[in-house]
């Protein structure tokens, strides 16, 4: 089987339909169970108290809305080059689930930096990089709107994809680039040193899992919806042509 059968609506609506109860069931269990394990059976951090315990949102909604940016540049080259609507359409469907993930981070970011930084926000390389993101994300959803083509739209979102793709570069490897700032290294390493202790970096594995999961349930959810709206306005527009 051809991973491009998938680019048939109706192929990809059937397949998502029987996988999504699936889907949606890991990602409920995964995150439930990854969310308590976090916040009620491990520690408080010599250091940071109990407010380590952000840890469990902040990192797998960071890593989220960076990867959901990633797989709409995936999705945007595909209909460049190849023109199958699906992947437009997929990429349409991410960018809301990746607004609200970088919402999550930014937000809990700053809940988490006030009380070890004494400051809600610094314009640190990493911080900037990641609030930028999120203003393509608005771009992005913003222009799919206000376009009334969907063709035109999804050519130009596409090239708005590939600009933001280096704000999401950089929101993951900002620190490689300039100083390090206020925000502290990455959480997890292969550096044994400087990763997390076990004691929070296997409940935080299974948040990210959780995180992952929910993202693809989404996005399966949100596809199909735009495919069926697709489909709908063009009846509409036919009945329009036919009356």
């Not at 380590?52 to 960071?62: D, G, M, N, Y």
């Not at 709206?229 to 042509?241: D, F, P, T, V």
């Amino acid at each position: 089987m051809s991973f491009w059968e998938y680019a048939n609506p109706r192929k990809f609506l059937t397949t998502s339909e029987r996988v999504l109860p699936l889907v949606w069931g890991l990602a409920a269990i995964t995150t439930l169970v990854g969310l308590v394990w976090g916040f009620f059976f491990t520690p408080d951090d010599f250091r940071m108290g109990s407010t380590v315990k952000i840890i469990f949102l902040h990192v797998p909604s960071a890593l989220m809305a960076i990867n959901a940016w990633f797989m709409m540049l995936l999705a945007s080259i595909i209909w460049i080059v190849r023109r199958h609507h699906v992947s437009a359409l997929a990429a349409k469907a991410a960018a809301p689930v990746g607004a609200v993930m970088t919402v999550i981070a930014l937000v809990t970011g700053a809940i988490w930096g006030q009380p070890m930084w004494g400051t809600w926000w610094e314009w640190d390389p990493r911080l900037t990089s990641f609030l930028v993101l999120f203003l393509f994300y608005l771009g992005y959803i913003a222009l799919w709107e206000a376009i009334e083509d969907p063709d035109t739209a999804a050519d130009l979102t596409s090239i708005l994809c590939l600009v933001g793709s280096v704000f999401a570069v950089l929101s993951r490897y900002a620190v490689l680039f300039w100083n390090q700032g206020l925000h502290q290294g990455a959480s997890l390493s292969l550096d044994k040193e400087e990763n997390v202790a076990d004691v929070f970096s296997n409940p935080l594995y299974v948040c990210m899992v959780g995180f992952a999961l929910l993202f693809i349930a989404l996005v399966l959810y949100r596809t199909g919806t735009e495919i069926r709206l697709r489909r709908m306005k063009a009846l509409i527009a036919r009945e329009r042509l036919e009356g």
